[in-house]
């Protein structure tokens, strides 16, 4: 199988930006499409403040960080990516806004054997793949977060997959961009995030009912289990807004109780306290 080199990424957000970072890393042109010219500008400024993070760190020589930039282009215009080989969608957890994202994908590319991929952490990859005239060629690509440090991709196939785009999807995501792959079933929450949100929402839970200090929850699972953050911190490094849209995702496919979204965090996300991107969730973040 030839390797990709012409990868498109849509949506600049948190995973969009960094599923971009790596990949330009790795050696492949990137095209990101952003829905507006102001937020493909803002997405750009994203990867390049990360990219600059690296060189200060010293993970990446500036002579990384620009060849990477070179490999990288932003547009507001869909209709850039019709020759991709790869696509890959990372706007936001919203059904309505993704479907279109399909609908819009599958009239302008061009290569008949292009793999089309969600980011989608709870909706249905056959929801999306039903939306396009090419259903065997979409599968769920699942990055976390940050992408450029986790090293899991759940990949999964939808009943509609083909072999081929599996294989293809597979060892993008291993040879070419380096990470692990676990296979995932198509059920709302994956493997993954079947385990972390009740985990995450029982955090919630617990000082929403005043029983427990955000601090000392996370301290808890940071010291007492090794975490490398605690369920609150990870919230505000998410996004509070995701962890919601994933937990309903996950409530309205299986209304089990536990994926419910307790209502602080509703009135967290309704004040626009939503982590570290808004600089304020369960903490305080300097802007
Ligand atoms: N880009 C590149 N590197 C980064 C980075 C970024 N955005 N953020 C951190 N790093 C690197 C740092 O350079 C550092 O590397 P070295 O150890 O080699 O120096 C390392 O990661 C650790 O970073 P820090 O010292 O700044 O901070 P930390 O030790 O507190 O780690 C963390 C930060 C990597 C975020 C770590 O706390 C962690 O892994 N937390 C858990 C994250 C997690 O669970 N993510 C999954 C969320 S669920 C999800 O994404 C899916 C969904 O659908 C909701």
Same mark, same amino acid.
């Given at each position: 199988m030839p390797d990709i080199s012409r990868f498109g990424v849509i949506g600049c957000g948190l995973m969009g930006s960094g599923i971009a970072e790596v990949a330009a890393l790795r050696g492949l042109d990137v095209i990101v499409a952003e829905s507006t010219p102001e937020l493909a500008a803002a997405g750009r400024d994203r990867v390049a403040a990360s990219l600059d993070r690296g060189v200060l760190r010293g993970k990446l020589t500036g002579a990384d960080r620009d060849r990477a930039l070179a490999r990288l282009s932003f547009t507001h215009d869909l209709g850039k990516l019709a020759d991709r080989q790869f696509v890959i969608e990372a706007v936001a957890e919203r059904r309505e806004v993704k479907l279109e994202v399909f609908r819009q994908l599958d009239k302008v590319l061009?290569?008949?054997?292009v793999v089309l991929a969600t980011n989608t +952490?709870?909706?249905?990859?056959v929801d999306l793949a039903v939306a396009?005239?090419?259903?065997?060629r979409v599968v769920g690509l699942h990055f976390f977060n940050p992408v450029p440090v986790q090293k899991l991709i759940e990949v999964i196939p939808a009943l509609t997959t083909s072999a081929d785009a599996l294989d293809r999807a597979r060892s993008f995501a291993t040879?070419?961009?380096?990470k692990e792959v676990i296979q995932a079933p198509d059920? +709302?929450?994956?493997v993954v995030n079947a385990l972390l949100v009740p985990y995450l929402l029982a955090a919630v839970r617990m000082v929403e009912s005043g029983a427990a200090r955000p601090e000392d929850v996370d301290r808890g699972m940071e010291l007492g289990c090794a975490h490398p953050m605690g369920p609150l911190r990870l919230l505000d490094l998410i996004g509070l807004d995701t962890a919601q849209a994933v937990a309903e995702s996950m409530y309205e496919e299986f209304k089990e109780p536990l994926y419910a979204a307790p209502p602080l965090l509703q009135r967290m996300v309704a004040a626009g306290h939503l982590g570290r991107k808004s600089g304020r969730g369960f903490y305080a973040y300097d802007a």
């Open positions: 061009t290569d008949p054997d +952490s709870s909706i249905p990859v396009t005239g090419r259903a065997s040879e070419q961009l380096g059920r +709302s929450g994956f």
